[in-house]
């Protein structure tokens, strides 16, 4: 059994900064960040490979940074809005990433235990 431990979130004002973290217990080939806003459905936020490789939705470029190193998975937040708020969880799979196309939830067998991060306006 794979565990995936994450740290990290909290309480920050917009335009504020936040780091997320995540450790596996194996090297799984795929680490993906995804969110849960209130009320709603989960979404994929990044992803990293081993090795190295990275790809994000497009409603965080440019502001989040997925980076990958062995077992550990980080999300750098920047530029925060209320509209990011939400459960973050870290997702690994022992398979390459998925296409974007058919970048799910679904996709990814382990999963954290989730973290809340909350930005007010």
């Known amino acids: 059994q794979v565990a995936v431990l994450q740290s990290g979130g909290g309480s920050v004002q917009a335009g504020g900064s936040l780091r997320l973290s995540c450790e596996t217990t194996?090297?799984?080939?795929?680490m993906a960040w995804f969110r849960q806003p209130p009320g709603m459905e989960r979404e994929w936020v990044g992803t990293?490979?081993?090795?190295?490789r990275t790809q994000y939705a497009d409603f965080v470029k440019g502001r989040f940074t997925v980076s990958r190193h062995s077992r550990k998975l980080y999300l750098q937040m920047s530029s925060l809005k209320p509209e990011d708020t939400g459960m973050y969880f870290c997702a690994a799979r022992f398979a390459p990433c998925p296409n974007i196309r058919t970048m799910t939830s679904s996709a990814f067998a382990f999963w954290g235990q989730g973290t809340q991060v909350t930005v007010s306006s």
């Open positions: 990293g490979e081993g090795d190295g």
């Open positions: 194996a090297d799984p080939y795929c």
